[in-house]
């Protein structure tokens, strides 16, 4: 079974403060996104990485950065965290090919105070 | 222009009742795949269905079927005799070569099976 992880189910952090959001895949997928899911506007794509040390912007990047150094994981870098970036934050992986669904990971909550 | 369209933002039923949770979706691709999730009130996102465009049949599974009919470019999911596990936020995604390995997620449909 492909197994996509992320490294906290809860997470609260300050304004101002630097957030890592780290996410696993067990299954060797090209491809790794990471989503922002908020009530009324349904799932955003933040970034996505097609290979390692490889990105592209989606469709709301502004506030947040990403690393893929290796295939397995891929970190959401929040630089300056700020309350408009509280949100339920979901990483998926998907193989290379249109016909493959996306695998989703339990999705990070967290709050900014 | 929204590729994907869910116009029900929420549905609520009781109990035993069929639902069917609508799926418009536009592209001017050939080849393409339409897919359903759901993502209960814990927050995974669970896959439910695959269907390609060269694929018009319908699909039954337990209480779920799924109904692809590309001359109205629909991808409409049945539950029959709902039950409250059914609870959850559905969305329908269409993959097309336009957008790479990327979806394009449906806005989602709220679903209460309510007791």
């Known amino acids: 079974d492909v197994k996509v992880t992320q490294s906290s189910r809860y997470l609260v952090k300050r304004t101002g403060e630097k957030v890592f959001l780290e996410c696993v895949q067990d299954?060797?997928?090209?491809?790794m996104f990471w989503y922002r899911q908020d009530p009324g506007l349904g799932l955003r794509l933040i970034y996505f990485?097609?290979?390692?040390?490889?990105?592209e912007k989606g469709d709301i990047p502004e506030g947040y950065s990403v690393s893929r150094e290796k295939k397995e994981r891929f970190s959401l870098i929040l630089e300056s965290a700020s309350t408009n970036q509280t949100s339920m934050y979901l990483c998926a992986s998907r193989p290379d090919g249109i016909n493959y669904e996306q695998y989703f990971g339990p999705g990070t909550r967290l709050t900014v105070t | 222009a929204q590729k994907v369209t869910q116009a029900q933002t929420e549905i609520s039923v009781v109990e035993k009742e069929d639902v069917t949770l609508d799926c418009v979706y536009e592209t001017r691709d050939t080849t393409y795949y339409l897919f359903w999730y759901k993502q209960p009130p814990s927050g995974e996102l669970v896959f439910l269905i695959r269907?390609?465009?060269?694929?018009?049949q319908n699909e039954i599974s337990g209480r779920y079927s799924w109904n692809f009919q590309k001359s109205t470019s629909s991808f409409n999911f049945t539950i029959t005799a709902s039950q409250v596990v059914d609870s959850a936020v559905y969305f329908c995604?269409?993959?097309?070569?336009?957008?790479?390995?990327?979806?394009?997620f449906g806005p989602g449909t709220r679903l209460s099976v309510l007791p």
């Open positions: 995604a269409l993959s097309e070569s336009l957008y790479g390995q990327n979806f394009v």
């Open positions: 990485s097609y290979d390692v040390k490889m990105k």
């Open positions: 269907r390609n465009s060269f694929d018009e």
């Open positions: 299954m060797d997928h090209e491809n």
